[in-house]
């Protein structure tokens, strides 16, 4: 009997573990989509920022200078002499949490990368650009 009621406590304490609160970043599904959706088109607008950037300073488009990840975040997603980058979409994908009732949202810059030496194939990736929010459909 006693030997049951300590097989009983790890079992006990992985479900408190689970149940921590989740904090809730917004009230309903259309307030976070809308700020998720927000957060993409800021990585988005930052992205075109940076290829216009490297368009008008080529110089500072090295990923040798000890500087380039301080101007450019998303050096990965313009083009050069080697690879096409091409924004195809930002987007936010909703998603269900452990807990029922609550769900929350991830936001996604989908691109077209293209190998310019022929080598490889063309290839559609995604990258997060918003980590999202989270809200309860539960009363």
């Known amino acids: 009997m006693k030997l049951s009621f300590l097989l009983t406590i790890p079992i006990l304490l992985s479900v408190a573990a689970c149940s921590e609160p989740i904090e809730l970043t917004a ?7 809308n700020k998720c959706l927000a957060e993409v088109g800021e990585a ?4 075109n920022a940076e290829r216009k950037l490297a368009e008008e300073k080529p110089y500072l488009f090295d990923r040798e200078r000890e500087d380039f990840y301080d101007n450019f975040r998303w050096g990965f997603l313009i083009s050069d002499e080697y690879t096409k980058v091409t924004i195809l979409d930002g987007y936010c994908k909703q998603r269900e949490l452990k807990r029922k009732g609550y769900f929350g949202n991830v936001g996604y810059i989908e691109y077209l990368e293209q190998p310019l030496d022929g080598m490889g194939e063309s290839e559609v990736k995604q990258v997060i650009a918003s980590y999202g929010f989270k809200w309860s459909e539960e009363d």
Do not use: F, L, W
């Not at 009230?27 to 989509?33: I, K, P, Q």
């Not at 988005?44 to 992205?47: D, K, L």
């Open 44 to 47: 988005v607008e930052q992205v």
């Open 27 to 33: 009230a309903n599904r259309e307030e976070g989509t």
